[in-house]
């Protein structure tokens, strides 16, 4: 069995990386005849709009020979507007070659790549080409690469040159010990630096004139190492997804890298079956029965696999480092479909996730995030090329994130009708683009550790909206150092709104102490420009907060680099091109998110109000005398119920005033007429089971009197109301019948059935909260060929897809004739022969139109007393 390795080529656009690829598929003899750039024939550049404009836009893999090897090579895209499709490739390489330009040396978007393969780790080769361009230095690119990218880089176009060894033995103590020893490094040792990049080879060459290839050829002949995957093949299945595609017929394609193991034909991945495994080289591909550790394949048959997801025992992949920084609306004209246009979008979405394509209810619009007008072009024709569609993108819109300066506690408590949970969140910030960070210190002693689980899932799960004008906060580190849980009474749910309310409490305070930040997007970029204009370019880049410096002046151009807004850099790329008489040249790539230039303005303009947003309150709920009471955000530390401090932690000792003081108000607090502990309401249940209940002692008496607590009691476990006595009630939810009786859910379904079946989920999540039922949302899926029932748990309720020839009707109507006797079940549906059998089978039931009227209402009242939406 052949070693595989998969290797990626990556570069600028205009490097030569095309034609690099192409000379080596002809001199290994992949191809009879290498394809030119401007002759629109290349191998792997096949796509229409990828040879109309003579650039690479979809990484594409071809299969070299090579020894006992065998090179997949991956091609991708150099344009800076398809960056997250190199990215995507990038993720399941072994190996790396990067191109560089001569003409140009190391700029800006080589540096970028090379970030990208420092992050996810991956050894790389070098190749520079264009050596016959008037000028070419070579001792001068060399030191170039070693001061721009790494100082391990050593020339290896000859590796008999009595300096060739020397040069290695300095990129490592080991090699300089072996080196000292022996006078040479055997090859091997060589391999094992290049993997685990202590030793970058550098090669030379002219792809287009074909020189040098046969040294690269030979040199990962001879210096390319044995990858992880290699001898993989009786271990457990596992692979990563990093491409979807549709094929001519509309076929779906899983691409994905084989870790370990074999894949089938007809093997399973989750619920799913594969149907077809394909190996593609360039457009064509040949169909295999059997795929082993270390192949590229693609597979059809899979639905639900997603860029990213993995199969098997593995860790997902790393957060990607390349996204689009603009928003914009997609105008399809006021007569179009969006039920159509949103059908196409997402297909469009699950090729490229990155245009993170949303369905705005309120506006009745769809958005994507675009990465700049290039990119715009190239799906604008696509949609119109593939699916006869116009669209325009308009209000291209920076999107901002926000972060905070200090560290602060978020508390966050929900104890409304029959549940409880409180957490305490510390938010810390982070250095500029480290994302967010989960952790929790919290001892198992006072939370366990399934309730810790959950909130950090929940902290996770969400977008968290900042407080300055409602961008996603960033750079900041989550640590839950507090909680309190029930054990009666709390409920998932409860930690999910406890842990919201907590962060935006914190972020609250921060605001209060003017301690956030709004973030933008901002542009590494070089400009080469006529001596003439360089004053005017400094200064217009200096009043828009960008930095500037001269890097290169040979008495004509003028070569300024530096940071700036992406905002302003995109804006001032026309006026540049106007004033210089299109004499500049202007490249820039993304470089991260840094501190607004211009934040007052932004917040001013946005004017967001945080106390105004329902979706995400900072309030919190406690229940004070047998009711439900809000408190706003700046009152909760008065009312928490676990205390903790930097110093201490949870504190539960009085060496130190500040402990002193938080147990003297928490004791101070349970002497008052509030909170009881599970055993006395025990015992009030118990007693209340068997009370006459005619009693009109007992009849006339409040919530309060009846269950009043003494003073001075002590806390027996963690307080919560006095409830009633409840049967255990189940409500069957008839999904498709109310989604259709329902307007709003309806109006959602002729855009996305899919959008309307988790609106409803969303719902009846929400409903569970307010209105203590088990709820189960049955779907059809009973024309889904091969389908097994399946159920999956959206947070705190279930949801049923029903097996193939079996009816939503048919799994409630089983359901309630096998657990009737067992639950008090309610079933929510319009169909009236289901409503006549399970009313037999001893059931209630509800009209699909009668239960929006009922949500509402439980909604209302629940809103009016604790302000959840």
Wanted: hydrophobic fraction near 35%; aromatic fraction near 10%; charged fraction near 30%.
């Amino acid at each position: 069995m052949k070693e595989k390795i998969v290797m990626g080529i990556l570069a600028h656009v205009d490097a030569g990386k095309t034609t690099l690829s192409e000379n080596l598929l002809y001199k290994t003899g992949v191809i009879k005849e290498a394809g030119r750039v401007d002759s629109r024939n290349t191998f792997l550049d096949g796509n229409i709009q990828e040879r109309e404009r003579g650039i690479t836009i979809y990484s594409k893999n071809a299969r070299i020979p090579l020894n006992e090897k065998e090179i997949i090579l991956v091609d991708t895209p150099g344009h800076v507007d398809f960056s997250a499709e190199t990215e995507r490739a990038v993720n399941v390489l072994d190996a790396a070659v990067l191109v560089i330009d001569a003409s140009s040396k190391v700029d800006s978007h080589t540096k970028t790549l090379w970030s990208l393969l420092k992050y996810y780790e991956i050894p790389v080769y070098f190749f520079v080409n264009k050596i016959d361009m008037p000028g070419f230095d070579k001792e001068r690119i060399l030191e170039n690469i070693k001061k721009e990218l790494s100082s391990n880089s050593v020339d290896f176009s000859d590796d008999s040159d009595p300096d060739f060894f020397e040069n290695i033995a300095v990129c490592s103590e080991s090699f300089l010990n072996v080196f000292l020893e022996k006078s040479n490094i055997d090859k091997e040792l060589i391999r094992q630096g290049i993997k685990e990049r202590k030793i970058f080879p550098v090669f030379f060459g002219s792809a287009l004139k074909g020189e040098g290839i046969d040294g690269l050829i030979r040199g990962l002949g001879d210096y390319l190492f044995t990858p992880d995957t290699f001898g993989k093949e009786k271990e457990e299945f596992s692979s990563q997804v990093y491409k979807i595609t549709y094929d001519e017929a509309g076929k779906r394609n899983t691409f994905m890298k084989i870790l370990s193991g074999t894949l089938k034909i007809k093997d399973n991945l989750g619920d799913e079956k594969v149907n077809e495994i394909r190996v593609y080289s360039g457009d064509k591909f040949k169909r295999e029965n059997e795929v082993y550790a270390g192949e590229i394949c693609a597979v059809t048959g899979i639905l639900n696999s997603s860029k990213g997801m993995v199969y098997g025992n593995l860790p997902g992949e790393k957060k990607p480092v390349l996204s689009p920084v603009f928003n914009y609306a997609a105008d399809f004209g006021k007569d179009a479909d969006l039920k159509k246009m949103w059908d196409i979008v997402s297909r469009l979405a699950d090729e490229d996730p990155s245009l993170n394509a949303k369905y705005d209810e309120q506006l009745k619009e769809i958005r994507v995030s675009l990465m700049g007008d290039v990119q715009s072009e190239v799906l604008k024709r696509r949609m119109k090329d593939e699916f006869g569609i116009d669209v325009e993108f308009r209000e291209g819109r920076i999107r901002y994130k926000e972060t905070i300066e200090e560290t602060v506690i978020g508390v966050g408590h929900f104890e409304p009708l029959r549940h409880y949970a409180e957490v305490q969140i510390k938010i810390e910030p982070l250095a500029r683009g480290s994302g967010l960070e989960f952790e929790s210190e919290l001892s198992e002693d006072y939370l366990d550790i399934n309730w810790q689980k959950l909130v950090l899932t929940h902290l996770r799960e969400k977008e968290h909206k900042s407080v300055l004008i409602g961008a996603p906060l960033t750079d900041v580190k989550f640590t839950l150092v507090a909680g309190r849980a029930h054990v009666k009474h709390t409920e998932g749910g409860d930690f999910r709104q406890a842990t919201y309310r907590a962060v935006r409490q914190g972020l609250m305070k921060a605001l209060s102490a003017d301690k956030c930040r709004l973030l933008e997007p901002y542009y590494d970029y070089t400009l080469q420009i006529p001596e003439n204009y360089a004053g005017k370019a400094v200064t217009d880049i200096n009043m828009f907060s960008g930095t500037a410096s001269i890097t290169e002046n040979d008495g004509e151009t003028i070569t300024v680099a530096g940071k700036a807004p992406a905002s302003a850099m995109n804006a001032y790329a026309k006026e540049l091109t106007a004033y210089t008489k299109g004499k500049a040249v202007l490249n820039f790539v993304l470089a991260g998110y840094d501190f607004c230039h211009n934040e007052k303005e932004i917040v001013e303009k946005t004017a967001y109000d945080p106390d105004a947003d329902p979706e995400n309150p900072s309030s919190s709920v406690f229940v004070s005398h047998g009711a439900g009471t809000l408190i706003e955000w700046f009152d909760v530390d008065r009312y928490k119920h676990t205390f903790y401090s930097e110093k201490y932690g949870n504190l539960s000792n009085e060496t130190d005033s500040e402990a002193k003081e938080a147990n003297r108000i928490r004791r101070e607090r349970e002497t008052k007429e509030e909170f009881i502990s599970v055993e006395e309401v025990d015992s009030i249940l118990k007693q209340s089971t068997h009370a006459n209940e005619n009693s009109s002692k007992n009849a006339n008496k409040s919530f309060s009197d009846a269950f009043r607590v003494s003073p001075g009691r002590k806390e027996k476990e963690s307080p919560v109301y006095v409830g009633t006595v409840q049967k255990e009630k189940y409500l069957l939810v008839d999904g498709y019948n109310v989604i259709h009786a329902w307007k709003e859910l309806s109006d959602l379904s002729s855009v996305s059935m899919d959008s309307a079946a988790l609106r409803l989920n969303e719902i009846m999540s929400n409903y569970r909260e307010m209105s203590g039922y088990e709820i189960i949302v049955v779907y059809d899926a009973y024309r889904v060929e091969g389908h097994r029932t399946s159920e999956k748990t959206y947070d705190n309720i279930s949801v049923v897809y029903t097996k193939e020839a079996q009816t939503a009707d048919q799994y409630i109507e089983r359901y309630a004739h096998q657990n009737s006797n067992k639950y008090d079940i309610t079933v929510a549906t319009s169909d009236g022969l289901e409503q006549i059998i399970v009313t037999g089978a001893g059931c209630s039931i509800i009209s699909s139109r009668e239960f929006e009227e009922e949500v509402r209402r439980t909604a209302d009242s629940f809103n009016d007393k604790y302000n959840v939406t």
